[in-house]
């Protein structure tokens, strides 16, 4: 008996290190909810909102209460074909699907090991998107994908762990900014999405950091940025 005691305790204590029951009104917003996550997942997915709420606010923008449903699932496949993706954020019904972070670690984006750090990161990424796109309203089909992405990576690396970036940035793999905003096309984010987001990250330095942020949010820049 006392055997079978034990091992059911060793049981639940291996189920304790995996998915969290499904939490509503998570991270302090009544829109939130967080399903299948691990501890450490669902405290970067608090991180994320609170860094970005704040970054947003800094650039001018007081964004309203994030509504998301947060989906932590052993593998994630991109909607409409079988790749397998960190994650992504569908525009539909708000909601991020990332793949456990443990569940990656095969994966190094920028020839860096996979870490917590950098996985936070791609979890950020989308959320990023998120907030954008909730920003723009309906227009947000009028910018092209490549400068959603464009948008989302310059906030991933601006936000990341400053470790992390600090490393990334002094590797940064010959990347520098695109001589002017025409430059950029979704043949550079197709080719390699490593250096375009190096590439995106400096462009925004480059083009007046925040104040182009602000100003690629609201689309106040030249006509060649936007679809007709």
């Given at each position: ?99 456990h972070f443990e569940g990656q670690a095969g994966r190094m984006p920028w020839g860096f090991v996979w870490s917590e750090a950098m996985a936070s ?108």
């Amino acid at each position: 008996m006392r055997s079978v005691l034990y091992k059911c305790l060793i049981l639940i204590a291996i189920l304790s290190l995996r998915a969290l029951p499904a939490s509503a009104d998570a991270c302090g917003y009544t829109g939130v909810r967080i399903e299948g996550a691990q501890a450490v997942e669902e405290k970067a997915a608090c991180a994320s909102i609170e860094k970005l709420t704040v970054y947003f606010r800094s650039i001018g923008i007081e964004s309203a209460a994030p509504t998301i449903h947060f989906y932590f699932k052993p593998e994630v496949i991109l909607p409409g074909t079988e790749t397998r993706v960190h994650g992504y954020f569908d525009t539909d019904d708000n909601s991020i699907h990332m793949t456990h972070f443990e569940g990656q670690a095969g994966r190094m984006p920028w020839g860096f090991v996979w870490s917590e750090a950098m996985a936070s990161s791609f979890l950020l990424h989308e959320v990023a998107h998120l907030f954008a796109i909730s920003y723009m309203g309906g227009d947000f089909r009028k910018l092209q994908r490549h400068w959603h992405e464009f948008l989302a990576y310059s906030l991933q690396i601006e936000l990341m762990d400053p470790e992390l970036k600090q490393r990334l940035l002094q590797f940064n793999g010959g990347a520098t900014a695109f001589e002017k905003p025409g430059d950029v096309s979704s043949m550079h984010y197709e080719m390699d999405p490593d250096r375009y987001a190096l590439r995106a990250y400096f462009s925004t330095q480059k083009w007046g950091g925040v104040t182009f942020m602000k100003n690629l949010l609201n689309r106040k820049i030249p006509e060649s940025l936007v679809t007709r």
